[in-house]
């Protein structure tokens, strides 16, 4: 699959004092080139072969290989010769969605500079931005380099204009490359040796590791990604995690080119993995800090687990399915410690989960994930975002919507704003609106800004005036009448006809705001078989009797499962 160079056995880490260490990472929008970047930078250090299947290949995950995106962090080590010196490069490859952005700040933390990338046919984007603002406040080198300048339409002049006006870096900082064709790439390895500084990180200090990522291997348990702060470590030691303080044998660590490659020891200003016999990744947290147990230290400052901003109930598809997806879920999420995953239960759907992911990408990343990787069908509901609800009587808060912060102008042809909105408005369907409106040139970011009062509201849908509890949402009140009415005509289409009128409502308290009735109608599958064939008789019935199996009675009214599946899906894109 990768092909590591030859000489993979022979490094001597202890010939790497600090100095000639260079931790950095690659941060840009989305699609700005990045993984090609890494690839050609593996190439060029001789860490992996030049081949067409080396293409991405930081990105491991076949979703990622699909989208074209990258979800999870990877890590590279890269040996290369510069004015007659070796030096060891970490890589750390970084995704450039906005649902990621805790992993490019964690990315961050092991670093001491990054390659701002701008694509130079689209200039500085949301991202671009927001990763920008990562690297500055946590003070690192920032080298900006424009790439694809192959494009016909490529316009370097006009983005290194936006690179000065807008995050104050001179011009002539900046590297014009081709990530596609290697053009200068050779320079963006110079500028990281000459311009990144070394690690500050002694090895006469105890042992000091944050730990950045980290990954679950069935075999070896958690594998931890490390930078190491100060002193060295080795096979054998005890180790202490600063966050749980329990204590653990190293089994096996070594660098990461990208391949693992076991070394049997760290030092002073590495980065690779480690592995001792951690079973959950919750044991490594990300941003903990790992020490000798003989030498306890202080922990590094900045630890902050990801919060879940976006919420979805999920469900097997068929209840029989229950135990395979419970095993499915628990396996991803042992990979990925930002999920965060309750039991929940639907009278309509059976026995579920409702999982928080940190944004939609997220997400639809994880259930797609959950279907490639761990071949389950899952029902997944509607996304909602967490409110805090403030319980009186009647007293309810002004009305908010998006409010505009500033606005600067980044050349005569884009505009970058700042609005406040309300996250509802943003999870579900805004950035697919926002790009068809601006016909794919807006990009967008966000941030958490934190609770704001709202004049939400809760409504039900009853059928037959009874309530359906798994159907109950939170709706702004100015939304409450269209997204009642789409809810009930949803229902309609979806509910057969039975013996009976029922009337579909949507109701805020006592009052009902939209409604639709589904008529009365007796179904008698014999109808059409007069005539003496019984066996053909009794096949209808029992079909007709498989059929009521996959309904659901609410009071007297029979619901089939699908019905709820295509209210509380989210709308296929
Ligand atoms: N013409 C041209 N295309 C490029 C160049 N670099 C990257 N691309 C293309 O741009 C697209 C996105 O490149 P990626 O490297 O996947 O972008 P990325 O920034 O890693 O994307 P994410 O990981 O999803 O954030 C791909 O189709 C690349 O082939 C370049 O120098 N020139």
């Known amino acids: 699959m990768i092909s590591t160079q030859t000489d993979k056995d022979a490094v001597d880490l202890s010939k790497f004092p600090a100095d000639r260490i260079r931790n950095f990472c690659i941060i840009a929008h989305i699609d700005h ?12 250090t001789g860490a992996i072969a030049k081949t067409e299947k080396n293409k991405q290949v930081l990105d491991k995950l076949q979703v990622e290989r699909e989208r074209g995106i990258t979800v999870k962090a990877q890590t590279a080590s890269l040996f290369y010769n510069h004015e007659g010196q070796q030096y060891l490069l970490n890589l750390i490859d970084t995704p450039g969605h906005v649902d990621f952005s805790y992993e490019v700040s964690r990315s961050i933390s092991a670093c001491q500079g990054v390659l701002l990338i701008v694509d130079a046919n689209q200039g500085i984007q949301a991202q671009t931005v927001a990763n920008f603002y990562l690297a500055f406040e946590a003070q690192l080198a920032i080298i900006p380099v424009i790439n694809k300048i192959d494009l016909k339409n490529a316009d370097p002049e006009r983005v290194e204009s936006q690179i000065e006006k807008v995050f104050d870096i001179p011009r002539e900082e900046c590297i014009r490359i081709s990530a596609k064709l290697g053009t200068n790439v050779e320079n963006v390895l110079q500028a990281v040796v000459d311009r990144i500084p070394p690690p500050e990180a002694s090895i006469d200090d105890p042992f000091k590791a944050l730990v950045f990522d ?15 702060f100060g002193g060295r470590v080795k096979k054998g030691d005890r180790i202490v995690s600063a966050y749980l303080g329990k204590t653990y044998e190293v089994n096996e660590l070594g660098l990461l080119r990208p391949d693992e490659h076991s070394t049997g020891k760290l030092f002073a200003g590495q980065v690779g993995y480690i592995v001792a016999g951690m079973k959950d990744v919750k044991e490594a947290q990300i941003g903990d800090t790992l020490y000798l147990q003989e030498q306890p230290v202080e922990a590094l400052p900045g630890f902050k687990p990801a919060k879940a901003m976006v919420f979805a109930g999920m469900y097997p598809m068929d209840q029989s399915e229950y135990q395979g997806l ?18 929940d239960s639907s009278l309509a759907l059976g026995a579920g989960w409702r999982l928080g992911f940190l944004g939609l990408l997220h997400m639809e990343v994880f259930n797609q994930r959950l279907e490639q990787e761990y071949n389950a069908s899952v029902i997944v509901t509607a996304p909602t975002v967490p409110y805090k609800a403030v319980l009186s009587s009647a007293k309810l808060i002004k009305n908010r919507r998006a409010v505009q ?17 309300p996250l509802n408005e943003v999870v579900v369907d805004f950035y697919d609106l926002l790009k068809s409106l601006s016909s794919g040139y807006a990009s967008f970011d966000y941030e958490n800004a934190g609770y704001q009062a709202a004049d939400l509201i809760k409504m039900d849908i009853l059928l037959n005036g009874r309530p359906v509890e798994e159907l109950i949402t939170i709706v702004h009140r100015d939304r409450a009448y269209s997204s009642g009415k789409a809810m009930c005509e949803r229902l309609k289409d979806s509910i057969p006809r039975q013996m ?9 308290g006592s ?45 007297s009214v029979e619901v089939p499962k699908d019905a709820f599946i295509n209210v509380l899906k989210r709308k296929q894109k």
């Open 33 to 44: 080139g990045k993984s090609t970047l890494a690839d050609r930078l593996l190439e060029m």
């Open 214 to 228: 980290s990954n679950f291997d069935h075999y070896r348990g958690v594998v931890a990604n490390i930078a190491v």
């Open 326 to 343: 419970r095993s499915a879920i628990e396996k991803l999420t042992l990979n990925d410690s930002s999920v965060t995953v309750q039991r």
């Open 405 to 421: 912060k500033n606005m600067l102008y980044i050349d005569d042809q884009r505009v970058m704003m700042k609005y406040l909105f």
């Open 500 to 508: 009976f009128e029922i009337a579909v409502q949507a109701a805020i």
């Open 511 to 555: 009052k009902v705001i939209a409604r639709e009735t589904i008529k009365a109608y007796k179904k008698n599958v014999l109808a059409k078989c007069y005539g003496g064939d019984i066996t053909r008789k009794m096949k209808l019935l029992k079909k007709q009797a498989e059929g009521k199996k996959k309904m659901r009675l609410i009071g």
